[in-house]
T-cell receptor, first 108, second 119 residues
Framework: KNEVEQSPQNLTAQEGEFITINCSYSVGISALHWLQQHPGGGIVSLFMLSSGKKKHGRLIATINIQEKHSSLHITASHPRDSAVYICAVKGGSEKLVFGKGTKLTVNP | GAVVSQHPSWVICKSGTSVKIECRSLDFQATTMFWYRQFPKQSLMLMATSNEGSKATYEQGVEKDKFLINHASLTLSTLTVTSAHPEDSSFYIC???????????????FGPGTRLTVL
């Protein structure tokens, strides 16, 4: 079993829909990252969380430390949000452990 | 802030040649940089952790003599793929640790990646 599990693996939505991507982890962590990778390959760091909730534009990330679970929400989704979204956790060292990613496709 | 650049963004080379990839932190000093490799449709795999002024720490299964890492300054780390072969074709990504602005949290900021194709 992977230390970091994401769901769903693939997600297709219509423009404007509210989207949720989930991440569960099995180890103690000091921080959790949400990353976005576009088809060209470049990775953008969206959020780094250690507790609570963060919001940036249409993106919201939450984390529940007790339940070892985080969610990434996208409001009013747009085709340009189409990308792979990756959850990564940091434990005691600086190394990140990555989920396998969620491929999001938003259709116009 | 916290911008990481990589150069080149893509490279095609012949089998047997060596390729150097640079990773720079543009507006901050990074004591630790990480090198990842990503094969198509797979997750990022950590190759090595690079600390300024010291030898890199390689992950199990990564040949240190084949993937030479030099972290000569607080803003530059290089990865050299020596005697590259077609199986080394991959997407190579670096990241750098930095303290997030206005917080005490240390995050990782990723470069745009370098796509290596070995013919």
């Amino acid at each position: 079993k992977n230390e970091v599990e994401q769901s769903p693996q693939n997600l297709t939505a219509q423009e404007g829909e509210f989207i949720t991507i989930n991440c569960s982890y099995s180890v103690g962590i000091s921080a959790l990252h949400w990353l976005q990778q576009h088809p060209g390959g470049g990775i953008v760091s969206l959020f780094m969380l250690s507790s609570g909730k963060k919001k940036h534009g249409r993106l919201i990330a939450t984390i529940n430390i007790q339940e070892k679970h985080s969610s990434l929400h996208i409001t009013a989704s747009h085709p340009r949000d189409s990308a792979v979204y990756i959850c990564a956790v940091k434990g005691g060292s600086e190394k990140l452990v990555f989920g396998k990613g969620t491929k999001l496709t938003v259709n116009p | 802030g916290a911008v990481v650049s990589q150069h080149p963004s893509w490279v095609i080379c012949k089998s047997g040649t060596s390729v150097k990839i640079e990773c720079r932190s543009l507006d901050f000093q990074a004591t630790t940089m990480f090198w990842y490799r990503q094969f198509p449709k797979q997750s990022l795999m950590l190759m090595a952790t690079s600390n300024e002024g010291s030898k890199a720490t390689y992950e199990q299964g990564v040949e240190k003599d084949k993937f030479l890492i030099n972290h000569a300054s607080l803003t530059l780390s290089t990865l050299t793929v020596t005697s590259a072969h077609p199986e080394d074709s991959s997407f190579y990504i670096c990241s750098a640790s930095a303290r997030a602005l206005g917080t005490s949290e240390v995050g990782q900021f990723f470069g745009p990646g370098t796509r290596l194709t070995v013919l």
